[in-house]
C-alpha cells in the first residue's frame, strides 16, 4: 500500500501488520476488537479478545538517488 498515515479527529492512523507477516492493513480497517486495542498499542500488541498478534509498520525512508542535485557546499569537494 502506498499511502501516507491520514489522520482522523487530529489522530494519526497507523498501519499495522500480522505479527507472522502478511497484508497491511490501516487501524480502522483491523477488526472491531483488534482496531480497540491497537489505539493504546505502541509497536505491537496482542488482541485481548481474539488474539490476533499485531506489529507497527515502519516508516521507510526513500534512500538519496545519486541524480539528485546536491547542495552547492558538497559538489565542490567532488571531482
Known amino acids: 500500500m502506498d499511502r501516507s498515515p491520514q489522520r482522523k479527529g487530529g489522530v494519526a492512523m497507523r498501519l499495522w501488520t500480522p505479527g507472522l507477516g ?3 492493513f490501516y487501524q480502522q480497517d483491523l477488526p472491531a476488537c483488534c482496531s480497540r486495542s491497537a489505539r493504546e498499542a505502541e509497536d505491537a500488541f496482542e488482541c485481548g479478545y481474539c488474539g490476533a498478534g499485531w506489529q507497527a509498520v515502519l516508516p521507510v525512508e ?5 541524480f539528485v542535485e546536491r547542495e552547492k557546499e558538497e559538489r ?4
Open 22 to 24: 502478511g497484508e497491511v
Open 76 to 79: 565542490r569537494g567532488a571531482a
Open 62 to 66: 526513500p534512500e538519496e538517488c545519486a
